[in-house]
């Protein structure tokens, strides 16, 4: 049979519509307007022009883990989009994520923290920032234990620099995604707690992926951060 190949802006543009479609209609089914919902488009090893293709279906914010691939990146795309960091932030890092990123969502130690506040002054920038929760206990992962959040926050509060916003969580890889059910249940429980001693601004909870976005939504997910199932579809596998 013959098949024309679509090209990979098309594939690319109707992945995201589909999830855009499956936020909707989680949010629905949890209550929710879909609206207080963001979607953050991961875009760690995707060119530019894959990126661009998901910019031109609607995408308003781009996640990136690593600094020196987000800068070139930057670089061509410039500040017109969102720039959400996702990964493990250096110390030594912090003047260029300071500079690129309009929310560090890894903030896993005060030593970052400040690092960044130093920054983000001297650029006269106040930077959104959410504390990474390790809710598994693995080791592999970064973040705190919501034990200290306790403890934590009023010391991250002192950051002039930063607006704390909230809080954000990496679940366990699990093959049934209900299975990751009980740590958004958790995130969400934790983020709650702490919502009057917060105040307004505190307002967003990061949970959910491709896997498992939509459940994360029916806990209360307020952002949720989708690389494979736009980026990395079988089809688009196959239209490389
Ligand atoms: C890669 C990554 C994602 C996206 O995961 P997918 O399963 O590809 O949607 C989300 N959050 C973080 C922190 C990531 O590193």
């Known amino acids: 049979m013959l098949s024309i190949m679509k090209n990979r802006s098309v594939i690319i543009q109707e992945n995201v519509a589909s999830i855009q479609q499956r936020l909707h209609t989680a949010a629905q089914r949890a209550g929710r307007p879909s609206r207080e919902i963001t979607l953050v488009a ?9 990126i661009r293709s998901a910019l031109s279906a609607g995408v308003k914010t ?6 020196q691939e987000a ?3 930057f670089a061509q795309i410039g500040p017109t989009v969102g720039w959400h960091f996702l990964g493990h932030l250096q110390t030594n890092k912090a003047r260029t994520a300071a500079a690129i990123f309009d929310m560090i969502q890894s903030i896993d130690s005060t ?3 400040q690092a960044l ?8 920038r106040q930077l959104d920032v959410l504390v990474e929760v390790n809710l598994s206990g693995e080791e592999s992962k970064f973040g705190m234990s919501p034990q200290q959040l306790e403890t934590l926050l009023p010391e991250l509060r002192k950051n002039r620099n930063l607006r704390l916003r909230g809080l954000m969580t990496l679940a366990p890889m699990v093959a ?8 958004f249940r958790e995130l969400a429980a934790w983020f709650r707690r ?5 105040g307004p601004a505190w307002d ?7 896997n498992d976005f939509e459940v994360a939504i029916e806990e209360g997910a307020t952002l949720v951060r989708i690389g494979t199932g736009i980026f990395h579809t079988p089809e688009l596998r196959r239209s490389a």
Not at 176 to 183: G, K, N
């Open 42 to 50: 991961v875009t760690k090893n995707v060119l530019l022009e894959d």
């Open 111 to 113: 030593r970052a923290a």
């Open 176 to 183: 049934d995604p209900s299975l990751a059910r009980p740590f």
């Open 117 to 124: 506040d130093q920054e983000a002054g001297r650029l006269d």
């Open 194 to 198: 702490f919502q009057a001693s917060m």
């Open 62 to 67: 781009l996640g990136e883990n690593r600094i």
């Open 204 to 210: 967003t909870l990061s949970m959910g992926m491709t």
């Open 71 to 73: 800068k070139p990146k």
